[in-house]
């Protein structure tokens, strides 16, 4: 299979041609249709989390495919299911790291779950099925913008009708903030970003008042303010207070979601994403989210 390795910190990732290991107890093989590409993997190439141990390693952690084959243990998917690719922890085994290796034999590490490439071992506690007429592109949004932006609005904050919300950075996750707080009511709605075009996104996304910041080269944190009678909570994605993807329950959230918002088009997703590439283009498709123009960029595979 082809992927994409970080090699080097503050480097190209490498396109390689990969051995896909044999399955271990509990892991999936799944054929990686889409992915998206999180600030996470932009801090993680530039080192942004100390110490890199495990380079090379592949990277991602929101996609969408199906399965190909299943491992001893697995119980909650079957070759053929196509699946939502997600981070937080969700039902069935946790597995053991998949061990990935170059057609030289140099060993290439890899966590639970990766996506930016062809194919790809995971952890069955990282793959949740879905309905087979739902795109990749919406599957890969649903491992991580989509259900940490709603899931910091239903579950981590519980935002009410007529509290105020201010999101400081409308990129994937901000802008699910947005949607999210316009479906339970909120108002006012701030949106806060340094780039016009994200800030037209925000207004379309259900903003109501806008205002253009001016933020540290690089930075790609999301914050929420979030007001009400019960005083001011404050987090942010990446930062000082981290959020824990929402609190998104994998298996519970992503098909509620897919069921009683997507497929009534009472949220937006085709509109999130504004830009795709081909995995061959992966280090474009990067400087494109840290220029801070894009909304979600989708890699096809």
């Not at 990969?18 to 889409?34: F, R, S, T």
């Not at 937080?88 to 998949?98: D, H, L, Q, T, Y």
Request: with cysteine; proline share 3%; charged share 25%.
């Amino acid at each position: 299979m082809k992927a994409a390795v970080l090699e080097h910190i503050n480097k190209d990732l490498v396109i390689r041609e990969l051995n896909i290991p044999e399955l271990e107890y509990g892991q999936v093989l799944v054929q990686v249709k889409a992915s998206g590409i999180c600030g996470k993997q932009i801090g993680e190439i530039a080192g942004n989390y100390g110490e890199d141990k495990f380079l090379p390693h592949l990277l991602g952690h929101e996609g969408g495919g199906i399965v190909e084959q299943i491992g001893e243990g697995v119980t909650t998917v079957k070759g053929g299911d196509h699946v939502v690719m997600h981070w937080r922890k969700g039902i069935g085994i946790e597995s053991a790291f998949p061990k990935y290796s170059t057609l030289e034999g140099k060993s290439v590490g890899a966590g639970l779950i990766t996506t930016f490439n062809e194919y790809a071992v995971v952890s069955e506690n990282r793959v949740t099925k879905i309905a087979e007429d739902v795109p990749f592109e919406v599957a890969a949004l649903m491992g991580c913008a989509i259900t940490t932006g709603f899931g910091v609005v239903f579950n981590e904050i519980q935002l009410k009708p007529y509290n105020s919300i201010t999101v400081r950075g409308c990129g994937g996750v901000g802008l699910n903030v947005i949607q999210a707080a316009k479906l339970v009511g909120a108002y006012p709605i701030v949106a806060v970003d340094e780039k016009r075009r994200k800030l037209d996104m925000a207004a379309d996304f259900g903003a109501t008042r806008l205002f253009t910041s001016v933020s540290k080269e690089g930075n790609i944190e999301t914050d929420f303010l979030v007001e009400s009678y019960k005083g001011v909570f404050i987090t942010d994605s990446h930062g000082r207070r981290e959020s824990k993807g929402g609190e998104t329950i994998p298996g519970k959230d992503i098909p509620m979601y897919l069921e009683r918002l997507w497929r009534s088009n009472r949220i937006k997703i085709d509109e999130l994403i504004t830009h795709t590439f081909s995995l061959e283009e992966i280090n474009i498709a990067l400087e494109v989210v840290r220029s801070g123009s894009a909304g979600r960029c989708i890699i096809i595979m």
